[in-house]
């Protein structure tokens, strides 16, 4: 069974003619299907569209959050409620055709774990374009996951890929990348992408300030979430033996005669030390956070999160 997962904020005019679409691209598939609608707060008639279309439809389900809580959120409640082995998420706003999700599939079945739309000639202002090709080649950067295009709302996952996701704030643009931390197989494919013709974007220059810090949130997390005293300790070790060099330096001027109560490196020295043991014991207080919640977890419930595959 398809599962696909439709956020919508403020989408009146185009959740019926996106269901359409959506109803031409996979019928010919001959498999079930269904499509959850998330209403995330929506201030027009988006939520009475989608009752009409709830009414008449026997696959569409329909879920109302009570604000407007973000497209993370909205993504997180519909994969909690969507029933399919295969998840696909699609924005509402017509953008993302709905005819390539076929290909989508195809390229799940090739192996991969989760496949994610890539907008090759994409419809927006340049505005919009250049913010986003940065960002993705940053997060590129950061994160070890070389995709062109992290913002595409078009992805086909395997139910396992979702389970249990860790997304609030902005994490759903890092979907691919928590989903490589897990050590899933993540592909991308060229799609189609139509220019906007209904409402308007709410995205600005500031989601994309805000994506940067998210980023050092995924990479902690898929880093150093099971290790923090490497991060943490490193950091500590690093500035403690720049402080005791600099001391060291400091003690032979004094055993040479000179005077060194004045001098500001004496200072810098001093406080390269404390700070760098201050980050090694926060190192050391995290691990300790983090092996009580690994023992109250449970050994089995870690380990089918990194499971791939068994024969018996």
Not at 32 to 40: A, G, L, Q
Not at 76 to 94: M, N, P, R, Y
Not at 105 to 133: C, I, M, N, Q, Y
Not at 256 to 282: M, T, Y
Request: charged share 25%.
């Amino acid at each position: 069974m398809i599962s696909v997962i439709v956020p919508v904020h403020d989408e009146e005019r185009t959740v019926a003619l996106l269901y359409e679409e959506l109803d031409s691209a996979l019928q010919p598939l001959n498999q079930p299907w269904e499509v959850v609608f998330v209403d995330d707060g929506s201030t027009d008639g988006s939520f009475a569209a989608l009752t009409r279309l709830h009414d008449a439809r026997d696959n569409v389900r329909v879920i109302r959050l009570r604000r407007n809580f973000g497209k993370a959120t909205a993504l997180a409640t519909g994969f909690a409620h969507a029933e399919g082995e295969i998840v696909v998420t699609i924005d509402a706003d017509l953008q993302d055709d709905p005819s390539e999700i076929p290909r989508l599939l195809a390229k799940l079945d090739e192996g991969f774990d989760l496949v994610t739309g890539w907008k090759t000639h994409r419809r927006d202002p340049l505005s919009r374009r250049l913010p986003s090709k940065l960002f993705n080649w940053v997060t590129g950067r950061v994160s070890g996951l070389r995709l062109h295009d992290l913002n595409c709302g078009l992805k086909a996952y395997r139910t396992e890929v979702v389970q249990g996701l860790p997304l609030y704030g902005e994490l759903h643009r890092f979907i691919p990348v928590l989903a490589h931390y897990r050590g899933h197989r993540v592909a991308e494919l060229p799609v189609n992408h139509r220019p906007r013709e209904h409402g308007r974007s709410r995205y600005g220059v500031e989601r994309y300030l805000r994506g940067f810090l998210d980023l050092l949130t995924v990479s902690f997390i898929g880093r150093y979430r099971y290790r923090p005293l490497h991060l943490f300790g490193g950091l500590g070790l690093l500035l403690g033996v720049a402080g005791f060099g600099v001391l060291v330096y400091l003690t032979v001027l004094k055993l040479e005669g000179h005077a060194i109560g004045q001098r500001p490196l004496l200072i810098l020295g001093v406080l390269l030390v404390v700070v760098g043991l201050q980050f090694f014991s926060l190192g050391l207080i995290s691990e300790l956070i983090t092996s009580q919640h690994e023992e109250r977890a449970g050994a089995r419930e870690r380990t089918e999160l990194h499971v791939d595959e068994v024969l018996s």
